[in-house]
């Protein structure tokens, strides 16, 4: 193997998790379907989608043990500002990690997203 292409994250309610991406967290959209939505970030450099659940998740913890990272090009303080402003709740204070500064947030499914302001 030499490159992960592409992630998919089941999703209990679809419209609502396609709302707190596009309108909270400002990713863009590029397709929808009545199962999936995929998203682009930062013109395109990530993608990845949401979807309806491929098999039964009722009483199940989607998001444990999952985390999705993704490069900015902006200032994390300023990200995480915008997103408290949005109604963004943070997992905690801005990190500095080997790779550069982040911060994480968690979806309505609690995945847990990382915005990295990289070295």
Known sequence: ?????FASLQVKNLEASKDFYEKKLGFEIGDTNPQACI???NQGQASFAIRTP???IEGKELGIG???WFAVDENVDDL???FSVNGVTTTG???ETPFGRAFHVKDLDGYKLTFL???
């Open 1 to 5: 193997m030499r490159a992960l292409t």
């Open 39 to 41: 998203f682009k970030y």
């Open 54 to 56: 491929l098999e039964p």
């Open 66 to 68: 999952v985390a999705l």
């Open 80 to 82: 995480k500002e915008k």
């Open 93 to 95: 204070p801005i990190i």
């Open 117 to 119: 302001e990289a070295k």
